[in-house]
């Protein structure tokens, strides 16, 4: 190690951010559609969505690229899922017919998986790709315990 001080990187995910093409139907998506509770601290250009442990953003696609200093061009797959862990395996469907009926589209039929799982995933407005998943060796916890 060189003689700086080494920076500690705390394991956390303080917020994702999505560049959206339209700004309006992806808040009507999140807000209306899947129920993801939208913050005042967003604006004319920008949504905020508080989520257990994590904030979801909302931006346009281009305006985000633009701070990034990247080309805003590009579809496909991005590389990368967000995913929604849930309760129990009935809550899989419950959640991708919630995400299909808010205007998503299905990609991939809820299944069981090899990792002993029940998973499936939808594509928001702008193909943004959703993993929801029940993982009987990850319970997930109330917020108060």
Known sequence: MSGRSAARWDARI?????GVSDLERSIRF?????????????GENIAFFETAGTWLS???????????????????FRGFTLAHNVRTREDV???LALAVDAGGRL??????????????YFA???DFLWEVAWNPYFPIEDAEG
């Open 14 to 18: 303080s917020l994702i951010a999505l």
């Open 30 to 42: 999140y807000r209306d559609g899947l129920g993801l509770p939208l913050r005042d601290e967003g």
């Open 58 to 76: 909302l931006y346009p696609r281009t305006a985000l690229a633009e701070d990034a200093q990247v080309p805003s061009e590009g579809s496909g």
């Open 93 to 95: 469907d419950a959640a």
């Open 107 to 120: 990609v991939k039929p809820a299944q069981d998986v090899f990792w002993g799982g029940y998973s499936g």
């Open 124 to 126: 928001d407005p702008d």
